[in-house]
């Protein structure tokens, strides 16, 4: 196994051996209230997790990979174990975002604000309101900005810019 299957191991380990805190979520597909996954409701939803790009075995991780569904994927349960475990959202997504990077064998990037609050997702200043732009750097050095557009039920993965930067390669 790789690194980043093994991180999907690990954490999806974490929550299922957690037995005082039981983790409880539904799975829902193409439901437009639920934009890749639902605090709140716990709800999951798989059509979404399925637009990001392909990760797992066959994926070579010393190349860039962006968001991938295994790292969505792993992102919700993460959150939802850590909501089990009594935290909120804030406090629940910020582990959630760190275990989707190990996953997708990069690092998606935050920005903490003046008041403390940390922030890793963002709106799209190109594309405007219902395009969400989230940043990950990759093994190489590089960046890539993952643009969806989430205003209908299923989710539209709109632009995959990369790189930004330069390649440790090169
Ligand atoms: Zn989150």
Known sequence: MNDEGKAFFNHLSDGIN???????????????????????????????????NEGGSDIDYSKPTGATKQGK????????????????LDSAHKPASEAEGAVNGNKRLGKKWADGSWQDTFTSKKHG??????????????TTTVIYKYTSGVISVVGQRRPTGKSKDK
């Open 129 to 142: 309101p219902g395009h969400a732009r989230q940043v990950f750097r990759e093994k190489d050095g590089t």
């Open 73 to 88: 994927l792993i992102h919700e349960l993460v959150e939802q174990h850590q909501k089990a475990k009594g935290r909120d």
């Open 18 to 52: 957690d037995k005082e805190n039981n983790t409880e979520t539904e799975v829902v597909f193409g439901k437009s209230e639920v934009i890749v996954g639902n605090f709140v409701t716990s709800q999951i939803d798989i059509a979404d997790i399925d637009q990001f």
